[in-house]
C-alpha cells in the first residue's frame, strides 16, 4: 500500500511566512507555527478558504463543550490573549490520528478506500483541480505536466476543495450509489460551500485569523467532523441529512473521491456525487456568510427560510456591505417589504460573536483586521467555474461591532451608487447632445464612475474607527467622491466632441416641448445632480417664495 502520508504529520498546508514566502505545513504545525504565518496560500482564493474551514472544524470540536454565553466570551478572550488552545488540540488530533491518512486501505481522509465505476474507470486529475477551466486546459499557468500528476501536498489541498466547492454536472457513476443511472451520476448541486459568501476576517498572523473566524456554538458536542464518523460508502449517507453544526458543514462530503496514486504521486482521482443538501436547512449552520430571506421558499415550506448570500462578482466588496455591517434596513426599505416578512437579510454570525466579544472589552474596538470576501461563481447549470471571488479591506473592529459605524459605511457606498447614476445621467445628455446613437455609454460611465470612486472609498473606510464622528464623516465622503465623480466628468466632457459643444433639440416627454440639449446643458443638470446626490452644507441654496409675499 501506499505511505500513509498522514495530513496531522506531514507538510501539505500552503502558509505565507512574514516576510512573504510560501511554505508547506503539516496540520499539527500549522497550529503550532500559526504566530510565525501571515497566513494561508494556495492556488486559487477558494483553496485558502476550504482549509482555513477545515482547521477552524478541529479547534471546535477539540475544544467542543457546552457554554452558555458568557463561557463563549471567557474562552475566545483567554485564547486571544494566550493563544491558541494546543493542550485542547494536540490530544485530540492524537485521538484522531489515523483518521488523516490521504492513503488507507479503509478510511482514507475524505475519501471511499473501495470506489468504483462499473467499467473501472477514473474522472482525470482536471476534474479536482479548478484552476484548469473544464474544456480549456491552454487557458491554465499549469503545463502539461501539470495536470499529469499531483504531489501529495498539492491533491490533499485539491480534495478538500473539491468537497467545498466542486461544480455540479454530471459526475463517474459508482458502483453502490442507488442514483446512478445508466452508469453516470446525476448532478446534486455544487459542493457545500459553493453556494455562500464566504467572509473571512484575517488578522496579523494564522493565529489570530484562526481565532476572529472561530465560532463558539452554545453545544457543539453533536457537531461532528467526517473523520469522526463511520466510514462513508458510495451511497449518500441517508441517516447524516443535514450538517449538525459549522465543525460538520466545514467537512461535508459533497463528494465520494478516490486518489489514485502510482507509489509517489497521485496520478489521478475518481470524482462521483456525495452527499446533497438543500441550502434552506443550512441556517446556523456556517457561521461564515450572510443569509437572504427567500418569499418562494418560504412559500413552499410553509416556514420562513433564509438561504445563503453569495457575492456578486459584478460589485466590488465595498458595494455590498449591508448584509455584512448592519442588522436592519433602512425606514425606506422597510416600507417596500410585504407585511409580515422578516428582514431581507441576517449578516454573519460570526460578527455577533465579534461584536459581543467587542462589547464586554476583550476584542479592542480599535483592532485592525481585514475584511476579506471569498467566493465562487459558476456557470451553465453551475456546471462551470464562471470566475472566482476574491476582494479585502481593511477595517477596524468597530465597524463590525457598532451599528451606527456599519450605517455609516453603507450610507456613504449608496451615495457613491447616486453619483455614479448622476455620471450616467450625464453620458446619455451628452450622447444626446452629439446626437450619437451609440450604445453602451451608461455602462461605460458607470464603470469609469466605480473604478475612480473605488480607491478613495477603500482608503475612506479603513480610517473608520470607534472614536470616528459619523457626521464629520459623512461630510469628508461627500466631499471627496463628489471631487472623485466631477473629474470623471469631465473627462467625458472632454470625449463628446464638437458637435455636443453645439447640441440639438430634443423633446421631453413629459411635456412635449422641445428644447436645446448641449455640453453645457448636460453637465448643468449633472451638478445639479451630484449635489442632491451628496449635499454639502456649503452648497447654494434653493429659496421659494410664496405669491403674495
Given amino acids: 500500500m501506499t505511505s500513509a502520508f498522514n495530513l496531522v504529520d506531514e ?50 470540536r477539540a475544544t467542543a463543550r457546552f457554554r452558555n454565553d458568557d463561557d463563549k466570551i471567557d474562552d475566545w478572550g483567554e485564547w486571544w490573549n494566550s493563544g491558541l488552545p494546543l493542550e485542547d488540540i494536540d490530544p485530540y488530533l492524537d485521538r484522531w490520528h489515523d483518521r488523516f491518512n490521504l492513503f488507507d486501505d479503509k478510511v482514507p481522509f475524505m475519501q471511499v478506500a473501495d470506489l468504483r465505476t462499473a467499467k473501472g474507470e477514473y474522472s482525470g486529475l482536471e476534474k479536482i483541480i479548478s484552476e484548469v477551466p473544464a474544456g480549456d486546459k491552454f487557458f491554465t499557468t499549469r503545463d502539461g505536466a501539470g495536470i499529469e500528476s ?3 501536498a498539492e491533491a490533499a489541498r485539491w480534495l478538500v476543495h473539491a468537497h467545498a466547492f466542486d461544480v455540479s454536472g454530471i459526475k463517474s457513476g459508482a458502483i453502490g450509489d442507488p ?92 470524482l462521483c456525487n456525495g452527499d446533497k443538501v438543500e441550502w434552506k436547512y443550512l441556517l446556523h449552520n456556517d457561521s461564515a456568510t450572510a443569509w437572504r430571506f427567500s418569499a418562494p421558499q418560504t412559500k413552499t415550506a410553509g416556514e420562513t427560510v433564509y438561504m445563503p448570500r453569495g457575492h456578486d462578482s459584478a ?8 448584509p455584512l455591517l448592519v442588522h436592519e434596513p433602512t425606514a425606506e426599505d422597510r416600507r417596500r417589504k410585504k407585511a409580515g416578512e422578516p428582514n431581507p437579510w441576517l449578516r454573519p454570525e460570526i460578527f455577533e460573536q465579534l461584536a459581543a466579544c467587542s462589547s464586554e472589552g476583550v476584542l479592542s474596538q480599535d483592532h485592525v483586521a481585514r475584511l476579506r470576501t471569498i467566493g465562487m461563481e459558476y456557470g451553465t447549470n453551475s456546471s462551470v467555474v464562471a470566475t472566482t471571488i476574491d476582494d479585502a479591506m481593511p477595517t477596524s473592529v468597530a465597524v463590525i461591532a457598532n451599528e451606527r459605524l456599519g450605517r455609516l ?35 461605460r460611465a458607470a464603470e469609469m464612475g466605480y473604478a ?88 447654494p441654496q434653493r429659496h421659494t417664495s410664496r405669491k403674495g409675499q
Avoid at 460589485?315 to 449591508?322: D, I, N, Q
Fill in 150 to 152: 499531483l504531489s501529495f
Fill in 11 to 60: 507538510p501539505w498546508i500552503s502558509a505565507r511566512t512574514i516576510d512573504n514566502n510560501v511554505t508547506e505545513v503539516s496540520i499539527r504545525d500549522a497550529f503550532h507555527r500559526a504566530t510565525e504565518f501571515r497566513g494561508l496560500a494556495g492556488e486559487i482564493p477558494t483553496q485558502e478558504a476550504a482549509v482555513l474551514r477545515l482547521l477552524l472544524a478541529i479547534v471546535i
Fill in 409 to 443: 459605511a453603507v450610507d456613504c457606498a449608496r451615495t457613491a451608487d447616486s453619483l455614479v447614476f448622476a455620471l450616467q445621467n450625464l453620458a446619455t445628455d451628452v450622447n444626446v447632445a452629439a446626437g450619437s446613437e451609440s450604445e453602451g455609454v451608461r455602462p
Fill in 315 to 322: 460589485k466590488t466588496m465595498w458595494r455590498g456591505l449591508e
Fill in 179 to 270: 442514483r446512478v443511472k445508466s452508469g453516470k451520476g446525476f448532478p446534486i448541486g455544487t459542493g457545500m460551500s459553493g453556494a455562500m459568501g464566504i467572509v473571512i476576517i484575517e488578522g496579523t498572523s494564522l493565529a489570530e485569523t484562526i481565532l476572529l473566524n472561530l465560532f463558539l456554538e452554545t453545544d457543539p458536542r453533536k457537531d461532528v467532523p467526517v473523520w469522526e464518523r463511520t466510514p462513508q460508502t458510495a451511497a449518500p449517507d441517508e441517516e447524516h441529512p443535514v450538517p449538525t453544526g459549522c465543525a460538520d458543514l466545514f467537512t461535508w462530503q459533497s463528494r465520494r473521491v478516490r486518489l489514485i496514486t502510482d507509489g509517489h504521486r497521485v496520478v489521478d482521482v475518481l
Fill in 452 to 539: 475612480a470612486l473605488d480607491l478613495a472609498y477603500r482608503d475612506w473606510f479603513s480610517r473608520l474607527s470607534s472614536s470616528t464622528d459619523v457626521d464629520a464623516a459623512t461630510l469628508s465622503w461627500r466631499r471627496r467622491a463628489r471631487q472623485v465623480i466631477r473629474t470623471v466628468g469631465e473627462q467625458i466632457c472632454r470625449d463628446a466632441g464638437p458637435a455636443a459643444l453645439t447640441g440639438r433639440m430634443v423633446t421631453d416627454p413629459k411635456t412635449n416641448r422641445e428644447d436645446l440639449m448641449d455640453l453645457a446643458r448636460a453637465w448643468q443638470r449633472f451638478v445639479t445632480r451630484v449635489r442632491t446626490s451628496a449635499p454639502l452644507p456649503e452648497d
